[in-house]
């Protein structure tokens, strides 16, 4: 899909690819399914800058490859309108907003974090943020889980994850699993050693890789949220079992009340849920830190909607992309299943926390309140009890 050419000039098409994703990572809250809704809105409805078809075709690309989904909408409709300056100009715009206000409240994190009444806003923050979470698996299942072998894909995953399996072979693997099945009539012919042994040998040098606990540098922060960006399919919220894996359990750079604080954090500002990655660099490496881990957990998002873009229509009708993409979405929920049950059970620790949980859960689903609203709630839950504690 090449760049569209109206007869506007090219520095009007960036001004206008800057002013509205400027405007969107400003006010786009309620994660990646509502930013996308907000791009078609303008992009196809306001402004006719694409049609419907092309509009579902990038939205079937973006699923295709691994990033933030929204993110790379943006880079792909800022690519359609304005070339290369508008792939670069449309990302950034729709990023930068999104990270400087987590940087701005990782600064107070820093500064204030320890103090009961932080303590007990993000007591309050955090059980909604549960609850949003198993929402949108709730949705994205009814989506993504199309048959009972790619039930079953899931339900391994999520067993294998708690057998300590590395994330990205389970993901890798449950897309393997599910294409070969799916595609059998064309994969019979080969011995199945030839699809198992890049695998198991991928899963060997993954634990080589990622075994050994290490202290804290800039160059392995970036080369660490480089590796989940280049490899994170599904959900914003499967970013979570990276997270964990990664700074939690191997590195031992967070604790699980730091990561699901980043989570609550990132809910509270529009933009991408990637910005999550903001404001773990900055606890761990201040502003330095914070720049690194935002540029890589972007930068192959940038990179991937370059390379696909121009084979939309290839990517579109091959059967091989459809059911790799089935397995490692559902994979991506199987982890995204995993780690809410963990990040569950270090939020949700008392009656005032589970009644919250509770209280979101049934207001996001049954009355479809914004989670931007949801959060504020929470907010103001958890201050309320500090001030009458």
């Given at each position: 899909m ?6 506007q000039s ?6 206008q690819?800057?002013t509205?994703f ?12 509502a ?5 078609h ?5 306001r ?6 078809q092309?509009f ?16 790379e909408?943006?880079?792909h409709?800022?690519y359609l309108?304005?070339?290369w300056l508008?792939?670069i ?7 930068l907003?999104?990270m400087?206000?987590?940087m ?16 007990w806003l993000?007591?309050?923050?955090k ?12 949705n ?6 199309k ?11 999520l067993?294998a ?12 693997a449950g ?32 634990s ?11 160059p392995?922060?970036f080369?660490?949220f480089?590796?989940i960006?280049?490899v994170?399919?599904?959900s914003?919220?499967?970013l979570?079992?990276f997270l ?20 609550a ?8 849920v990637?910005t ?20 890589g ?8 909607v370059?390379?696909v873009?121009p084979?939309?229509p290839?990517?579109?009708n ?5 059911s790799l993409?089935d ?8 982890l995204?299943a ?23 859960f ?23 009890y500090a001030?009458?504690?």
């Amino acid at each position: 899909m090449h760049p569209i050419q109206p007869t506007q000039s090219l520095s009007h098409r960036l001004a206008q690819v800057t002013t509205l994703f400027l405007k969107l990572g400003i006010t786009a809250f309620g994660g990646p399914a509502a930013h996308i809704a907000m791009m078609h809105d303008e992009t196809v409805r306001r402004r006719k800058w694409l049609s419907e078809q092309e509009f579902l075709d990038l939205v079937g690309a973006t699923n295709l490859i691994p990033g933030p989904n929204s993110t790379e909408m943006a880079i792909h409709l800022g690519y359609l309108r304005a070339g290369w300056l508008g792939l670069i100009v449309g990302g950034l715009s729709f990023i930068l907003p999104a990270m400087f206000m987590v940087m701005g409240l990782a600064w107070a994190y820093v500064q204030y974090g320890t103090t009961p009444q932080v303590e007990w806003l993000l007591c309050g923050v955090k059980p909604v943020v549960i609850a949003i979470i198993i929402q949108a698996l709730w949705n994205l299942g009814q989506k993504a889980i199309k048959s009972r072998m790619l039930a079953a894909v899931g339900v391994m995953v999520l067993i294998a994850y708690f057998f300590g399996v590395n994330e990205i072979f389970l993901l890798f693997a449950g897309g393997l699993l599910t294409m070969m099945v799916t595609n059998w009539q064309r994969l019979r012919k080969q011995p199945m050693s030839f699809f198992l042994i890049p695998i198991f040998t991928a899963q060997k040098v993954l634990s080589l890789f990622t075994m050994a606990s290490v202290p804290f540098s800039l160059p392995l922060l970036f080369f660490t949220f480089l590796k989940i960006g280049a490899v994170l399919y599904g959900s914003g919220y499967v970013l979570l079992a990276f997270l964990r894996a990664d700074f939690v359990v191997r590195l031992g750079w967070l604790t699980d009340k730091q990561m699901i604080d980043a989570v609550a954090i990132g809910q509270v500002t529009p933009g991408p849920v990637f910005t999550a990655a903001t404001f773990i660099g900055f606890i761990l490496g201040g502003v330095p830190g914070a720049l690194l881990a935002t540029l890589g957990i972007f930068l192959p998002g940038f990179i991937f909607v370059a390379m696909v873009n121009p084979l939309i229509p290839q990517i579109r009708n091959s059967p091989w992309a459809n059911s790799l993409l089935d397995g490692v979405n559902v994979a991506s929920l199987g982890l995204m299943a995993a780690v809410t049950w963990q990040l569950g059970k270090s939020s949700l620790i008392d009656l005032l926390t589970v009644l919250v949980a509770t209280i979101s859960f049934v207001l996001i689903v049954r009355f479809k309140i914004n989670s931007t609203w949801l959060i504020l709630g929470g907010a103001i839950v958890g201050l309320g009890y500090a001030v009458l504690s």
